[in-house]
């Protein structure tokens, strides 16, 4: 996965300009799609268009060999500290799977 | 120069079946141009987030001032996600300090009951940057704070039932509060088995739907309520950028600025009215605005240290948790409570009537959040 770095500030997002040293960011950099469960919820009441899914989690990912956090979508029950890794990505988000 | 509070007015908040979204705004802003008499309105500023989306009506200012016969004044809706309202507060004080006005009328409404849950959660979502993978892993805003939830108990000694504590806190504040949404009272076992939002949140930890205006007469001209301070900040829009999950940096910086310029800290503050759009919004909030320190919040509720009789009682409106959210209105109506609490006139008045008061108003997940400190002179 392709990440954006200036100033040790790590994001799955490009910004423009760096909010540290105000240079425009170009450092990208690969790192693997593989992490851990930082946190997550379970949502029962879902919007409109995600009605079908629910109850879905959804878990803020902390990737390996990085300071990198990724929101995905999880099947299944999770526990924060779970190493997971990437399944699919699909209509726009990142699905994760627990590593067996 | 400096700005005052002349008067204010609130609807009922709750379910309004039988007003339209102007209804609302015209019934909370007549009862505080009643309470300004004489007075001219120099221009309108509205706080809401869904009435184009919901309601279907825009133009809100010019309404107002239509409505109300103020004249050809400038207006102007201020949209902010849940901040809309104090946003619109603080625009309105700026346009005094400028010099450009004496009288400035602020109006907060909402506009919610009559929308399915589904359609209301769609629209909040708006309130996030939808244009990223993170909206299309289906994270909802409600699901957010539940994250933070999950992480705040991993960290420290915290537990649903801390969350629990405040939800039932605002309940039993606004059961003394004739114009907040809920007065059915509760209890502790109850919310802890109430229903699953986005776990560990439950149906008592959200704040519900809501119709209601709430309406600020601002002045350059003395009156007994000075506002000490007006802030204002942006933070990040979605969660993956937080660099400190448990951190809400819009809040800190705005709280920050609001001391500094203020020339107070935390510890002076005698009342609050904090943005609980969640009860595990109202734990970090106490934490960023300094009054408790960080990851500490939990013991402080569990000590009944923010409730009325506390050392720094929060949310003796009610909060948004049951006072209501409508959400243009709820910057306003934090204002409105605060006012009473200055003048003795409250809901839950503090036994020592307070000096000095802090209201902060949060937009999106994070990223707006506006601080206003209101003196008593
Ligand atoms: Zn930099």
Redesign the pocket.
């Known amino acids: 996965m392709k990440v954006y770095e200036?100033?040790d500030?790590e994001s799955v997002t490009k910004k423009i300009y760096?909010r540290?040293?105000?240079?425009e960011?170009t450092n990208e950099r690969e790192v693997p799609d593989k992490g851990n469960v930082y946190s997550y919820t379970v949502i029962h009441v879902p919007p409109a268009e995600y009605a079908h899914l629910a109850p879905y989690t959804v878990a803020l990912i902390e990737l390996h060999n990085s300071n990198v956090k990724l929101t995905v979508r999880i099947a299944g029950e999770v526990e924060i500290g779970d190493e997971v890794e990437l399944d699919e990505f699909v209509d726009g988000a990142y699905v994760y799977k627990k590593t067996s | 120069m400096t700005v005052y509070i002349q008067s204010v007015g609130m609807t009922k908040f709750g379910k309004a079946e039988n007003s339209t979204l102007k209804d609302l705004m015209l019934q909370a802003a007549h009862e505080a141009l009643q309470k300004a008499p004489g007075m001219k309105i120099d221009a309108v500023y509205v706080g809401n987030f869904m009435g184009g989306s919901l309601a279907n009506q825009e133009i809100l200012g010019a309404i107002v001032a239509n409505d109300l016969g103020l004249g050809y004044i400038p207006t102007a809706k201020l949209e902010g996600a849940c901040a809309s309202g104090g946003i619109a507060l603080r625009q309105g004080v700026l346009g005094i300090l400028s010099g450009e006005y004496e009288n400035v009328l602020v109006v907060g409404a909402e506009k919610m009951k009559h929308a399915s849950t589904a359609d209301v959660t769609q629209v909040i979502n708006s309130a996030m940057d939808r244009d990223t993978s993170e909206k299309h892993a289906g994270l909802t805003f409600p699901g957010f704070f539940g994250v933070l939830a999950n992480r705040y108990f991993y960290e420290t000694g915290a537990s649903k039932e801390h969350l629990a504590m405040i939800a039932l806190k605002n309940r039993e504040n606004a059961l003394n509060n004739p114009l907040a949404q809920f007065q059915k009272p509760t209890t502790l076992e109850e919310i802890l088995q109430a229903r699953h939002i986005t776990s560990p949140l439950g149906l008592f930890d959200c704040s519900p739907t809501t119709d209601g205006a709430a309406a600020v007469v601002l002045t350059s001209k003395p009156t007994d309520i000075k506002v000490l301070a007006s802030s204002q900040a942006s933070g990040p829009t979605m969660m993956q950028d937080a660099i400190d999950l448990l951190s809400i940096p819009a809040i800190r910086i705005s709280g920050e600025q609001a001391y500094a310029k203020a020339g107070v800290g935390p510890e002076d503050i005698d009342v609050v009215e904090i943005h609980d759009c969640f009860s595990m919004t109202e734990m970090l909030a106490i934490e960023e605005l300094g009054f408790y320190p960080k990851r500490e919040g939990w013991r402080a509720i569990a000590e009944g240290k923010t409730k009325v009789t506390g050392e720094k009682p929060v949310n003796t409106s009610g909060g948004l948790l049951s006072r209501g959210h409508p959400i243009g209105a709820t910057g306003i109506a934090q204002i409105v409570q605060l006012v009473h609490q200055l003048r003795g006139t409250a809901p839950n008045q503090m036994a020592k009537q307070p000096r000095l008061a802090l209201a902060q108003n949060l937009g999106g997940t994070g990223a707006y959040s506006v601080v206003h400190i209101l003196e008593r002179v």
């Not at chain 1, 540290?20 to 240079?23: L, S, W």
């Open positions: 200036c100033c500030i760096c540290e040293c105000g240079q960011i």
